[in-house]
DNA sequence: ATGAAAGCGCTAACAT
DNA sequence: ATGTTAGCGCTTTCAT
């Protein structure tokens, strides 16, 4: 790997000093523009680009945009269809200043790893830090993210931090809600079927189905909540075992797995009907999607939507526009099955990995 | 943002050199396990991370693997579940070393604009740099990568540039071995619908096309090439446009679109019915995938099994378990119909932007 | 409008 | 096993 050109070399090529160079470099003011004009020949001529970390270490910051993911990789339910989303979003939010886009790739912690996913940001690699994916209840990381004092998002919120900047949906409200709604129409045991248990966003559901029981008098059974654990457990066993219980007559998946072949096949298998007589509600993310045609209700879970708004804020935040943090949460949308258009599985990480 | 401890303020608090504090936090020989141990604590209790630029700037390596890719991202054919995939693979591959993942989201070149997509390379932010999407041709950036002497691979090959570390499939050979077949049954004008226009993988088809023909003596006919530009053109238009050239009784499309409804649109547009009587090449991304079941055959085009091995023999390269570059070229796989699962149409990156 | 000097935080090279 | 020195390439600060 050969010696590559400093911004002495371009100054001396011009006869010139090296913060001369740095203010054509930086298209900054202080410099005639017939000098500017010949530095810039030379600069292409020379091949001449500045070193990121040294620019980084001076300036105290760095061009990058950072994603993270708490979770390990392989739980994070990130689908192909929202990565490519985030791209795009991402480019068109932050490539006007040719930002560069960097990915944790941390092998996640072992015992003795002491790195986090907010490494990027202890290392000053970040400019700006985006923490997709689920939360673990109790995190630490978010809340010294937040103290560090760079523009951050994360899309999950977290309890105890409600200062956080956070574009989120809120998880309880929507459990809240569809369990609501079987109970207003005469069910009272009504199934669970959850997601990301030991994460803030498994909890925020469990709150909103319990709040929805307690206005009914009907006290918790735990039985009836049964988690959802991608790589762990398969879809179809899961809900089998929540459509056996004895009594249920309702069930709100809440899992977003949006497969509904899984969820025939259960239902195959348990020996129950989806339709009029067992009343269910699916969760989406997918705006006037209906997971499966025989469900009484659907809940859309808006949370690419919240994203949009918080990546777009985020954004003015970084850029000086606007003051952080970020405070977005997006309600739950319940409508009926009319007029949808059936989703498809999509294709997530940890199918792969 | 508040300051943040330096090497040498844990030196300090421990009553060492910043140099022994170094060698702790890099897992080098030369410290008592004593102190190691003592240093250790110090720099959790003080929560020390190492400032990346600087690391960089002095070690002149960054931990950092560089996605890049020389269209315009709106042409770029990246779908959800190659960059899905990708992710997957980059993170099985470099994640050991905790590495980061960089992408490059400069705008793309304006009139000014003198920034490229080895800029990251230029800068010294990739250790490794990985290039995806068709190369333009002429471009001019994959030869200064190449002479920069970092590990990289492009998934694209270049002409003039045999030597480059790449890992791609023989388009020339796909294209060749695509028109053979229809000629080989008989057909005289077969319509060609390319992708890439101005690109390499374009000009490589056309070759294998151009070569076949020759095989039969039967002159080039500029209006049965077409190209296939996303965002420019709506593929149903260019097919029906081909379907439409007075003579044709076969088409080979590379177009990889994978668009089975957009097909039959156009030919039911063109009053042409895909079949016996209209004998046709489709080329698809995946293994044993029917795009079109109607279809003569069908030309699999292994990209994905090419990047996967050229991408652990990148890592392989950066190391040092290997010498680089990488030379992987794949050949296409011609296939008939029978006992093929239906594709469904990608969602690539040019549909969100 | 331009230059000189200092120093960002770290690690390579060389002492001890 | 540990310390000292120098310097990576840049930009800030201050001078001219």
């Known amino acids: 790997m050969k010696r590559r050109n400093t911004i002495y070399d371009i100054a001396r090529e011009a006869g010139v000093s090296a913060k001369t160079v740095s203010k054509v470099v930086n298209n900054k003011a202080g410099v005639s523009a017939e000098t500017r004009l010949r530095i810039q020949s030379i600069v292409i001529a020379m091949g001449y680009h500045p070193h990121h970390g040294a620019r980084t270490l001076r300036s105290r910051h760095s061009n990058c945009v950072g994603v993270t993911m708490a979770p390990p990789l392989e739980t994070v339910p990130l689908s192909g269809d929202f990565l490519l989303w985030l791209f795009a979003k991402l480019s068109e939010v932050f490539s006007v200043q040719g930002a560069y886009l960097a990915f944790d790739m941390t092998p996640r912690p072992g015992e003795e790893n002491t790195d986090d996913y907010g490494r990027g940001v ?5 400019d700006v830090c985006l923490v997709v994916g689920p939360l673990p209840l109790g995190d630490t990381v978010l809340p010294r993210i937040h103290a560090a004092g760079i523009p951050y998002l994360s899309l999950g919120r977290l309890d105890g931090l409600d200062e956080g900047s956070t574009a989120s949906v809120d998880f309880r409200e929507g459990a809240y809600k569809s369990t609501r709604f079987l109970l207003d129409r005469g069910h ?107 469900a009484t ?25 606007e003051e952080g943090p970020v405070h977005i949460q997006h309600k739950t949308i319940l409508t009926d099955v009319e007029h949808h258009f059936a989703v498809r599985k999509p294709k997530r990480l940890y199918d792969l990995l």
Chains 1, 2 share one sequence.
């Open 122 to 126: 202890w290392e000053q690699l970040y």
């Open 188 to 294: 009272r045991r009504i199934a669970f079927l959850s997601a990301f248990e030991g994460y803030q966003s498994g909890l925020d559901r469990i709150r909103g189905y319990e709040q929805a029981l307690r206005d009914f008098d009907i006290p918790l059974d735990d039985t009836l909540i049964h988690y959802f654990n991608p790589g762990r457990s398969s879809l179809v066993d899961v809900v089998v075992s929540l459509l056996e219980q004895p009594g249920v007559t309702g069930l709100v998946d809440s899992s977003v797995s949006e497969d509904s072949s899984a969820l025939r096949q259960a239902a195959t298998r348990a020996g129950r009907t989806f339709g009029p007589e067992f009343e269910t509600v699916i969760w989406t993310y997918m705006k006037d999607a209906a997971v499966l045609s025989e």
């Open 297 to 321: 209700a659907h809940l859309w879970v808006p949370v690419r939507e919240a994203a949009m708004e918080g990546i777009e804020a985020l954004a003015r935040w970084a850029s000086g526009d």
